[in-house]
């Protein structure tokens, strides 16, 4: 099923009413909270405790949960998901919701009693609950006390929608090295530091524009359950006034746990400083910043850049980023993917031969503009389909993300910078 849908507190939807809650608990069952009965959850639906629900696009509610606090503790009344709309994430979406919700509230720690089999096991797993052997009890602490999420919202951050990882198509070499590089040392530091592997703590991603280094960034945020920040450069300002925003923003997050921090654009504010004198301090704040930001386990920042030429030599010699990841165009196999997931109709191995320099963005172009075709056609009377002919003149009409040029240079960095 490919509906949208989103979580949202309970109070924050009028659409949907305690009655639409209870009633979906009755029709899908509860997944936690069996030591409670239906009583308990609508005493607490109708006392305003943490409620979340989630809601597809048309504004039918396809899941819920509901806690009570109960001094440091919430304990979950119920959890209850429709039965089409399991195994999409939206249990882990809900958990995370309810998770924020609870700290707004003062809570620590989110219980929960969940059954062997149970509708929703699988979200608790994920979301990295302690389960209690012998019992059906699972518990984990709140992913950050109420100061570091006023820290978070401040710079508006948030926990990023489950599957994000799951959804990048098209970039199966550079994936399989994130998750092998970044992702896996971090999931599982325990192992990691047994084995005397130091995980990553700053990364820097390098390649044309549209080829996915914010979608990754958001993704790795996404894969590890870890809220995401980004800093926007021409938010920071320049010189003196810029690096004091920095200091201030990098200081203020390097307080929070479990956090991916982004700064896209990084050529705007770590350019070279012989060729930018006036961005000599902030610079020098980063050179100073960014080892103070590494010196906090289960903290990753993520920079990019289109320009990575550009940048201040300083800040790419060993000691600041743990790595130099280079993201270029899908090759002749994402391409395919790609082409699979966009397109119907060709043979995805004969568009990705016509695809060279294609990137997402480029195919939903491409999607777009065949679908425009074949809409034409029929008004004028012809078949209401999209044929080969479509995708292919569509393919025609659009200029490639990462041209002949780019594509060279893009290599001839990678060659001269990576640092995998």
Known sequence: MTASWRVLTLDHDPAVSFEDV??????????????????????????????????????????????RIGGPDAHLLSFALHPRWRHLGIGSALLRGLDQEIIHRGARRLVAIVRPGQVGEEAFANQ??????????????????????????????????????????????TKELLERRVVEPLRHRDLADRLGLVPPAAILLFGPPGTGKTSFARAIASRLSWVFVELHPS???????????????????????????????????????AGRPDNQP???????????????????????????????????????????????????S???????????????????SRTAGFTPADFALIAQRSAQFAFDRALAGGPDRIDDDDVFAAIEATRPSVNVDAAERFATEAATYARL
């Open 22 to 67: 209870v009633e979906l608990m009755d029709a899908a069952g509860t997944a936690a909270g069996t030591a409670y009965n239906r009583s308990d959850v609508v005493e607490a639906l109708h006392e305003h405790e943490p409620a979340v629900v989630a809601v597809q696009a048309s504004g039918d509610l396809v899941g819920a949960a509901v806690a």
């Open 334 to 352: 994402g391409r395919a993917e790609l082409a699979a997931e966009f397109l119907s109709g060709p043979d995805p191995v004969v568009v990705a």
């Open 235 to 273: 938010l920071l300002g320049q010189g003196a006034q810029g690096a004091a925003a920095l200091r201030q923003a990098l200081d203020e997050l390097q307080r929070v746990d479990r956090l991916v921090c982004f700064v896209d654009e990084a050529d705007e504010i770590a350019a070279d400083r």
């Open 128 to 173: 990295g609950f302690t389960h209690i052997d012998g019992l059906d009890l699972y518990f984990r602490d709140a992913s950050m006390v109420p100061e570091d999420l006023a820290r978070v919202e401040h710079y508006g951050g948030r926990f990023p929608d489950p599957g994000l990882w799951e959804a990048m198509k098209g970039f199966s070499a």
């Open 282 to 332: 902030l610079v020098n704040e980063l050179l100073k910043a960014i080892p103070t930001f590494k010196s906090q386990p289960d903290r990753l920042i993520v920079m990019a850049t289109n320009s990575i030429a550009s940048i201040d030599s300083a800040l790419l010699r060993p000691g600041r980023f743990d790595l130099i990841i280079p993201v270029g165009a899908p090759d002749d």
